[in-house]
T-cell receptor, first 112, second 116 residues
Framework: KQEVTQIPAALSVPEGENLVLNCSFTDSAIYNLQWFRQDPGKGLTSLLLIQSSQREQTSGRLNASLDKSSGRSTLYIAASQPGDSATYLCAVPSYNNNDMRFGAGTRLTVKP | GAVVSQHPSWVICKSGTSVKIECRSL??????MFWYRQFPKQSLMLMAT?????????EQGVEKDKFLINHASLTLSTLTVTSAHPEDSSFYIC????????????FGAGSRLTVL
């Protein structure tokens, strides 16, 4: 059964810092990996989708990398802003069901 | 792009009543939809897989008689929480894929249920 772990559980940084969020998964036979953002009480916003054949994806100040063999992904946020404060979730497809399995998330706070 | 709509976005009900949450794929057909539940400060946990025209598949520990799922058309799945209790208060999110086997899901905005 696929298990997804995210470290750290919470992170507080001053505005302007670069930061890295980590995600690991137990079953490396994944089709893709996706990073989401969730604001308090809200749904999910898809940030980046990395296909299994890719090593990284970039969108603005966000860069996500994928190392399938080691079962790891990182989300790099450059020049963090208070508006980046949210919970960041990584998720991978379940091998046999097409649903997605989520990590517990990293709760990010960027202080002005 | 693919859009999944949920309704209502929030609902408050009395203990013992039933609540229905709708999940619609607006611009695509979805033979399979997924229902997730998220308790405060926890991650999303899959509750069940909703299959159009057949019975839903429930994850271990999820009571099928309490969480009734109906997927009567290719664009609509409903989740009914029957005889709701305060412990059922949670954030319920549905998702669907616009392409069979694409392994990329589009998520609804979620429905927050509060049972008094």
């Amino acid at each position: 059964k696929q298990e997804v772990t995210q470290i750290p559980a919470a992170l507080s940084v001053p505005e302007g810092e670069n930061l890295v969020l980590n995600c690991s998964f137990t079953d490396s036979a994944i089709y893709n990996l996706q990073w989401f953002r969730q604001d308090p009480g809200k749904g999910l916003t898809s940030l980046l989708l990395i296909q299994s054949s890719q090593r990284e994806q970039t969108s603005g100040r966000l860069n996500a990398s994928l190392d399938k063999s080691s079962g790891r992904s990182t989300l790099y946020i450059a020049a963090s802003q208070p508006g980046d404060s949210a919970t960041y979730l990584c998720a991978v497809p379940s091998y046999n069901n097409n649903d997605m399995r989520f990590g517990a998330g990293t709760r990010l706070t960027v202080k002005p | 792009g693919a859009v999944v709509s949920q309704h209502p976005s929030w609902v408050i009900c009395k203990s013992g009543t039933s609540v229905k949450i709708e999940c619609r794929s607006l611009d695509f057909q979805a033979t399979t939809m997924f229902w997730y539940r998220q308790f405060p400060k926890q991650s999303l946990m899959l509750m069940a897989t909703s299959n159009e025209g057949s019975k839903a598949t429930y994850e271990q520990g999820v009571e099928k008689d309490k969480f009734l799922i109906n997927h009567a058309s290719l664009t609509l799945s409903t989740l009914t929480v029957t005889s709701a209790h305060p412990e059922d208060s949670s954030f319920y999110i549905c998702s669907a894929s616009d392409r069979a086997g694409a392994n990329v899901l589009t998520f609804g905005a979620g429905s927050r249920l509060t049972v008094l």
